[in-house]
């Protein structure tokens, strides 16, 4: 059950109020937030809403298996239309959507529900269901089924195992806890292929994927200082072996691995000139109080940030341009 009943029936009494919803992903999307999306669109079906699901980026291949991944849209037509209620997932800020313009731009009055896990969260949104001891996003969807009494289907229970693998990195970064397992244990009841799951999530590279990943490999440096192992990737690097960001994915987790460094840091040039940085621990250490100096945010053991600029990288020191 909840921990904030209050929250819970409030965004019930949204949903059923609201004739015309709108589910936001963040962009470059994850299995977290799409398998939160469309667990969540499923369920809003049933009520015989209007329900569209919209994500600012393509889906990357390897999660095109969900069910409906179909559904989700990158047409910004649809903040020209009538909605009522618009719910964001897994999104620490608003800007991570991609979306915060086309919001302004939105048809007047409508009801914004944020729900996530991040502790940086700053709580945007008219109802904000945060709860940072989650393990994903998916677990609060889940919990908020739990606390509908929703009897789930087989492609909810698959969307919901997809966010839950997703952030816990296959049942092994620190994210996992008892509940997590047990909900994975229920959802695995409710007819979601964990054994497919785990085998799309954990090969969904290719040769030049692993290539790439070759590269950011030989790169890793360590800043005794600070205690820091960091790499880069660059969009020469995404050229040169035909590949996109998203072959970048899980990286930063494969890095905790290493014997080295308290902190993991992850440097990726983006096509639309933004950097992209990746923090991961597996110590003490709060990386997301890292991540909110460069105005980024996460969780205590995961956290990334965006900048502006391109990377250069010159007599073994990089640097932001």
């Known amino acids: 059950m909840l921990n904030h009943q209050h929250l819970s ?24 937030t799409l398998g939160s999306n469309l667990a969540l669109r499923k369920y809003l079906s049933t009520f015989g809403k209007n329900v569209h699901s919209f994500c600012d980026s393509l ?4 999660l095109t ?3 409906d991944s179909h559904l ?27 979306a915060q313009h086309l919001l302004t731009a939105l048809p007047q009055p409508y009801r914004l529900i944020n729900i996530d896990h991040h502790n940086s969260n700053p709580k945007y949104a008219d109802i904000n269901l945060v709860l940072s001891e989650a393990c994903s996003t998916a677990e609060i969807i889940y919990r908020l089924f739990a606390d509908w009494e929703v009897l789930l289907d087989q492609d909810m229970a698959t969307n919901l195992a ?23 244990a229920n959802l695995l009841n409710q007819g979601a292929n964990l054994h497919q799951l785990l085998k799309i999530s954990n090969r969904s590279k290719n040769i030049d994927n692993l290539i790439l990943w070759g590269r950011a490999l030989e790169r890793l440096e360590k800043i005794e200082k600070n205690n820091i192992v960091f790499t880069f990737l660059t969009q020469n ?3 040169e072996t035909n590949t996109d960001e998203s072959a970048i994915e899980g990286i930063a987790n494969f890095l905790h691995i290493l014997k ?14 933004m950097i ?6 597996t110590s003490e250490i709060d990386v997301s109080e890292i991540a909110k100096m460069f105005g980024g945010g996460g969780h205590k053991k995961a956290a990334g940030f965006s900048l502006p600029g391109k990377l250069d990288y010159v007599k073994n020191r990089i640097r932001v341009i």
Do not use: M, W
């Open 260 to 273: 080295e460094g308290k902190i993991i840091l992850v440097l990726v040039e983006t096509n639309d000139n």
């Open 237 to 239: 690097d995404f050229l």
């Open 72 to 98: 989700v849209k990158q047409d910004h037509l649809l903040f020209t239309k009538k909605f009522d209620l618009v719910i964001i997932v897994d999104c620490a800020t608003l800007e991570l959507t991609g």
């Open 276 to 281: 992209k940085g990746s923090l991961r621990t």
């Open 9 to 32: 029936q409030a965004i019930l009494q949204e949903i059923k109020q609201a004739e015309n919803i709108l589910i936001i992903s963040h962009q470059r999307p994850d299995g977290d």
């Open 65 to 67: 298996f969900l069910p």
């Open 162 to 184: 997809c966010g839950l693998i997703t952030d816990t990195g296959g049942f092994k970064n620190p994210a996992t806890s008892y509940q997590s397992l047990n909900i994975a």
């Open 59 to 62: 889906l990357p291949d390897y």
